[in-house]
Each structure stands twice: as structure tokens, then as C-alpha cells.
């Protein structure tokens, strides 16, 4: 991520409850997972974090991206909803989510 300034850098530092210094621990244990294949990475990582860290971890690493006008409380708590319909998936084995995010999506959850 890159900032305008150092002044603008500390604001987002700081800025409130789901700011990037809640985060930046979580993503500092991410790091060693980097090397792995998609799968090993995202199995290594919904065993290390929480879906509550790894919502958070994903609102903030896609910060401007999708739709900003939701708080973020509301953008962490469908991001956790989909993390976990997506965790009860691989539970029961289902191989091709497609109608579950066309439902979802449908239902106005906008990760």
C-alpha cells in the first residue's frame, strides 16, 4: 500500500477499530505461507487465524476495492458470513460454490 504522505501513512495506522495496526501482526504470520500452492496457504491460514482475523485481514488487504459504502463492521460481518459458508462447504464437501455466492450474493452480501 502505498500513502500520500507519513501524515496520511499514521492516520491509517491509527485509524480506528479495524485499522491496519490490528492487523499488521496477522498479516506479519501470513507471511511464511506465501510459497505455498492456493490450497496449502488457505488451509495454513484458516488454521492459524480466526474467521473474525481473517475477515479483518481481507477488509483491510483489499481496502478500496468493493463497495465502500457499507461501515466497516457490516463489510467484516458479511466477509465473516462468507468465510464461513465457504468453511461449511468444504465440510460437506462441495466442490462447485457457484449457486451458493449466486444466493448469497443475491441476498445483497457484497464481500
Known amino acids: 500500500m502505498q500513502y500520500c504522505s507519513r501524515d496520511c501513512q499514521r492516520r491509517h495506522w491509527k485509524a480506528d477499530a479495524f485499522c491496519h495496526k ?3 501482526a496477522q498479516l506479519k ?27 479483518v485481514v481481507y477488509d483491510n488487504v483489499s481496502l478500496g476495492n468493493g463497495d465502500r459504502t457499507l ?3 457490516e463489510r467484516l460481518r458479511q466477509t465473516e458470513a462468507m468465510l464461513r459458508v465457504q468453511e461449511r462447504m468444504a465440510q460437506m464437501s462441495v466442490h462447485d460454490p457457484t449457486d451458493t455466492l ?7 452480501f457484497r464481500p
Not at 490450497?39 to 492459524?48: G, I, Q
Not at 449466486?102 to 445483497?108: C, F, I, Q
Open 71 to 73: 461501515s466497516t463492521a
Open 22 to 24: 490490528t492487523v499488521c
Open 29 to 55: 504470520a501470513l507471511l511464511p505461507l506465501l510459497d505455498k500452492g492456493e490450497e496449502e496457504f488457505v488451509s495454513a491460514a484458516r488454521a492459524l487465524l480466526s474467521i473474525e482475523q481473517l475477515a
Open 102 to 108: 449466486h444466493t448469497l450474493r443475491a441476498l445483497g
